[in-house]
Structure formats: structure tokens, C-alpha cells
């Protein structure tokens, strides 16, 4: 099999690649300083927070506050406290009373707000930035660097695992939830090595409208040249490599993308196996081929 330079230096980089492309606490202490008693301006810190008619999660939602934005508290608050998950991590918090902008007024987990106003904003940054990072966890930043801006409760160690049985040292950024990230880090220097994105439903994307879950045939579209990637069916299956002279080959040597299988082969073996596939070959086209994995890395690592 040929070499092929982009994809197979790819590989080199990320050292391992998918084989088919919850930590428990009781809130961020940051929250449970908040004196929901005191009428106050706070910030919504998840992507959407939920505003109810009573304070229970059967309650009629009145309307939904987007992330990073003011919400001013009453300062009434109810009198039992109830668990949510939010981004993997489970916060036990009351339901705190809210004026909304229109001047109605309803109950809103109090889990969910921040008195930071940065960190807010921080949380709901969801850019991937291929050769820089995905949202504010950059490549060659430290793990406390992260845990400083989003809280040390959704930041976990633990082993990043790839193709073949590999195993490599990392953390996990919001865990077991759809905003999952993978961190790799370096062995000499402890600074992160590569980014990974694998769970489907989040909200990471770049500003070419690229995220989990994107078509094959939007990647042809966009980049306005036949795409090429490794067969499916094997440990590196689905990776791009090749883009022509299309748009995005500006990805490359920055950002990493693996397509998963589709769901129903028939007539698509030539698809399968070790050996370049094309979408010179349009039998692959519109059989709901999706991007799988992302992977965001420093352009020097290659």
C-alpha cells in the first residue's frame, strides 16, 4: 500500500484512532457560594437552563436562558434541594426564582448559575479552532490549566484508549456527557498532545459548520473536491487523509477527522479494507456516512 503522506503522518501524531470511529459531586463550590436568599444578578452557565412555572422538574417550562446569559435573582428559594447532572457531574443544589426580562417570573435550578461572568461565557465557548484547541482547552496547555477554567469537578484523569489495545496517559474534559473531550497528554512535559471529540448530541463545532455528526456528503460539498479516506472495516478505518485542493485542506496537518461506518453496506464492499477509497465514487454518497471522531492538534507535532 502506498504512502500516503497526510494521513498516514496523521496517524504517527495521534499514536492510536478509535477502533469504530462520571465522576460524582455534589456541585462546584463557586455555586454553593451564591446566596440565592439575596435579590442579585447571576449567569447561566450551561447551554440552555430551563426556567418552570414551579420549582420541580415536572414543572411548565416558561422559556429556556441560553448560555453566559443574566438571569437576576428574587431571593426566594425553595426549601428542598434535588439532584441534576449537569456535563457529566451531579449537582445537588435548590430551585432559586428568577425575574425574567419580560417581568414574568419562574424557578430555575440554582446548579446551573454562576456569579462569574467569564466563566460563563468560558463554559459555553464551543468553537473547535483545527491546530489551536476545542472551546478553551488548547494543545500544550496543562491539565490545571483547564481545571481553572472550568472547575476541577469536570476535569478527570484517566487513560485514553485507541485502536490495537493502546493505552495513553490523559484526562477527560466534562466526562460521560455529550460536551466529552479526550485529552492526550505529553509523557515528557505533561502538556496536551492532541484533543479528541467521539460523543455525539454536543455542541463543539468550527466555523465551516464541522462537528460530530456531519455528513460525508456536506464534507464533498464543502470542500468542493473529491475527498479521500481509508477503507472501513479495520482499526483506521474512516480517516480522512486527502483532501486535493479543495477548501478544506487547510485542515490538514491541524485537524484529524474519522468517518464511521454506515449503516448498511450492501454494495459498498469496495468500501471496506486497508486501501484508498474516494467520493470520486459517488456509491458512497448519500448512504448517511458521518463524521465520527475529531481530533484538534498543534500543526508542529507533525
Known amino acids: 500500500m502506498k504512502i500516503r503522506v497526510f494521513g498516514y503522518l496523521l496517524l504517527v501524531v495521534l499514536g492510536f484512532a478509535i477502533m469504530s470511529c462520571g465522576k460524582k459531586n455534589t456541585g462546584s463550590n463557586q455555586n454553593n457560594q451564591i446566596d440565592s436568599t439575596q435579590t442579585q444578578e447571576l449567569f447561566v452557565w450551561v447551554e440552555n437552563a430551563r426556567v418552570r412555572k414551579t420549582p420541580d422538574l415536572n414543572g411548565e417550562v416558561i422559556t429556556e436562558i441560553h448560555g453566559g446569559e443574566k438571569i437576576i435573582l428574587t431571593g426566594e428559594q425553595s426549601d428542598t434541594k434535588i439532584k441534576v447532572k449537569l456535563r457529566g457531574v451531579d449537582f445537588e443544589d435548590v430551585w432559586v426564582k428568577v425575574k425574567l426580562s419580560d417581568g414574568n417570573e419562574g424557578w430555575i435550578f440554582k446548579g446551573m448559575l454562576t456569579d462569574d461572568e467569564t466563566r460563563a461565557k468560558d463554559m459555553n465557548d464551543f468553537s473547535i479552532a483545527p491546530g489551536v484547541g476545542v472551546g478553551k482547552v488548547y494543545v500544550h496547555k496543562k491539565q490545571e490549566d483547564i481545571e481553572r477554567i472550568y472547575g476541577k469537578e469536570f476535569v478527570i484523569p484517566g487513560k485514553i484508549y485507541g485502536a490495537e489495545g493502546a493505552e495513553f496517559p490523559g484526562f477527560y474534559v466534562f466526562k460521560n456527557s455529550p460536551l466529552e473531550l479526550q485529552c492526550v497528554i505529553s509523557e ?24 460530530i455528526g456531519t455528513t460525508l456528503d456536506e464534507l464533498v460539498k464543502l470542500n468542493g473536491q473529491p475527498i479521500t479516506f481509508s477503507g472501513f472495516g479495520w482499526d483506521y478505518g474512516g480517516w480522512i487523509y486527502q483532501y486535493g485542493s479543495g477548501k478544506l485542506s487547510a485542515l490538514e496537518g491541524k485537524m484529524g477527522i474519522c468517518l464511521g461506518e454506515p449503516d448498511d453496506l450492501t454494495g459498498l464492499e469496495g468500501f471496506l479494507g486497508d486501501h484508498d477509497c474516494s467520493t470520486r465514487d459517488k456509491r458512497i454518497l448519500g448512504k448517511g456516512v458521518k463524521v465520527a471522531e475529531i481530533t484538534v492538534y498543534h500543526p508542529a507535532e507533525i
Open 188 to 211: 515528557t512535559d505533561s502538556t496536551i498532545d492532541v484533543i479528541k471529540i467521539t460523543q455525539p448530541g454536543g455542541n463543539w463545532i468550527t466555523d465551516d459548520g464541522i462537528k
